[in-house]
């Protein structure tokens, strides 16, 4: 103790008992006073915006106007249009304006309005009149949308074209024109159809058959275009159309439809609304 005074100038210490109950007691606003050195703008926080936002009226509010940018965002998004009429945006004096009339009278730009479509098909009794049928009248209620048009390129119509043409053939054609000669001799026909230089390119269109070995077709394709598009909507519409006429046709397994590019650029807005409200969950649960 006398060690403990020395160091503390000579003054004798009071026994910690004593120096507790000297100690004055702590109250709640003492202790929610700021340390010194504390910003203004950390003060503010502390003890205005926080206990503002984290009270009933506070989440209230949040929740109010989350809600309200979730009702634009759903009605404004879907309605966004691509890019702005080129004759609106060039001055009256520039010579761009004759370009683009000279440019628009030749389809110059016909690639902006017609769009690749490619739909696949996977191994199917070809030599069956059923599946023929099947797989025509599809092409024709794809080509019957008006959202999507020719040229068809279709493999399965030209050989019918050309099968009609042989008489070897001739007896096995049906009145809906049609070929019924049986499995292989329909797989052989198919073999001497592709064999001609004037239909070989139909080769690429099936995958994975190889002349004289493999009687089937493993995947094939049919290829037209998408057109009338423009805005997001008509992207959108031309997607789940079209993959609902493959739904409806009936064919196991189901065509697939594809657009390069365009597909990838549409399932934006076909999963906007989804993907609103998911987030807005999420901030229910965060200010909840």
Known sequence: KDVEAAEHGGQQLPPPEAARAEAPAATGKQCATPAAGTSMLQRFFDERFAPVLLSW??????LALFAV???MAGWSLPRLEEGLELLDIIPDSSYLRDYVDNARSVDLWR???LLPLEVHFGELAYHTV???RDVLDLEDRLQGFRRVRGPLTSWLDSFLDWAAARPALEEGLT???????????FYHALDEFIADPAFSFFEDDMAGRELGVNATVPSSRVHMFHTKLGTARNNV????????L???SGISPEPLPWSTGNYI?????ATLVETLVLNFALVLAAVS
Do not use: I, S, W
């Not at 519409?237 to 609902?244: E, I, L, N, S």
């Open 111 to 113: 690639t902006d309005n």
């Open 175 to 185: 009145p809906e024109g049609l070929l019924d000669v049986g499995e292989e001799r």
């Open 237 to 244: 519409h031309a997607m789940t159309r079209t993959r609902a």
């Open 57 to 62: 009226q506070g989440k209230a509010t949040v």
């Open 246 to 248: 493959c739904e409806m």
């Open 130 to 132: 059923e599946v023929q």
């Open 265 to 269: 650029y549409a399932e934006q807005f």
């Open 69 to 71: 940018l979730l009702a």
